[in-house]
């Protein structure tokens, strides 16, 4: 049976750059499951799909084909035999995403690809609804929180070293919390903490405190 450490969290929380850095030091590929939504969402928009139609769009992703691989220590998705790449890092995307991912038939497609990846080996899988939907009986579940500040100036950070945005820190925390709203309001596997998570609040500690308070908190045996 593969291992699976589950993080959780908010936009901008700090969940890839953590997740990435315990599956490098334990061996466990990272997964990247707002990828898999933000994938969806380009591809809808791509094809002119009304992301604003739920039966459109759960249509669409139903027969959508994204491939999947371990590759460099993570699972690499593909479409058409393309990486997606910061084509789906966007501000247009972000916005966006959200309402692909309030999708009930998006979110069942999704759920039952990342499940499969266990065949791969162990995972830490990253996300809002991978330790209350897709993986809830890992004994590795994890939510990361912050200010909405930090994780604002975090997210326009990034934006801005992909070079896929220039926006005013005001316009990012204003996105930022509009979709937090989206992701944690939607009828289906809302972003909230599970019981029995172990929270972070990473808005005074640095990535290798956050990185090592995972660590600590993991099964006997999983370091
Ligand atoms: O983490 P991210 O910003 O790349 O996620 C993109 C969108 O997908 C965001 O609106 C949250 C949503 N998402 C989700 O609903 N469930 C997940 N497991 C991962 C992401």
């Known amino acids: 049976m593969s291992r699976v450490i ?8 700090g969940k890839s750059s953590v997740a990435r850095i315990v599956g490098a030091r334990l061996g466990f590929l ?5 990828a898999l939504y933000r994938i969806v969402t380009w591809q809808c928009l791509e094809r ?8 459109s769009v759960a249509e669409f992703a139903a027969a959508l084909a994204i491939e999947c691989r371990p590759e460099n220590g993570a699972v690499a998705f593909y479409v ?5 790449g910061d084509r789906i890092r966007t501000p247009r995307i972000d916005a966006a995403a959200a309402k692909v991912a309030s999708v009930k038939g998006v979110r069942d497609g ?25 993986f809830p009986d890992s004994p590795a579940r994890f939510y990361l929180t912050a200010s909405a500040e930090a994780r604002a100036a975090r997210r326009r ?7 896929v ?12 919390l509009a979709r937090d709203r989206i992701d944690s309001t939607r009828r289906y596997a809302p972003l909230r903490k599970a019981d029995g998570a172990v929270e972070i609040d990473s808005s005074d500690l640095t990535l290798e405190q956050v990185v090592d308070t995972v660590l600590a908190s993991l099964p ?4």
């Not at 589950?6 to 929380?13: F, H, N, Q």
């Not at 058409?80 to 997606?84: D, L, Q, R, S």
């Open 6 to 13: 589950a993080i959780d969290g908010p936009s901008g929380s």
């Open 30 to 34: 990272h997964v990247d499951s707002g």
């Open 48 to 55: 002119g799909v009304n992301v604003e139609a739920p039966a």
């Open 80 to 84: 058409g035999g393309e990486p997606p």
């Open 110 to 134: 999704i759920t039952g690809f990342l499940r499969g990846m266990t065949a791969y080996g162990d995972l830490v899988v990253e996300g809002r609804d991978i330790t209350t939907a897709v």
């Open 157 to 163: 950070l990034q934006e801005v070293e992909k070079g």
């Open 165 to 176: 945005a220039n926006q005013s820190s005001e316009a990012v925390k204003a996105a930022l």
């Open 220 to 223: 006997e045996g999983w370091r």
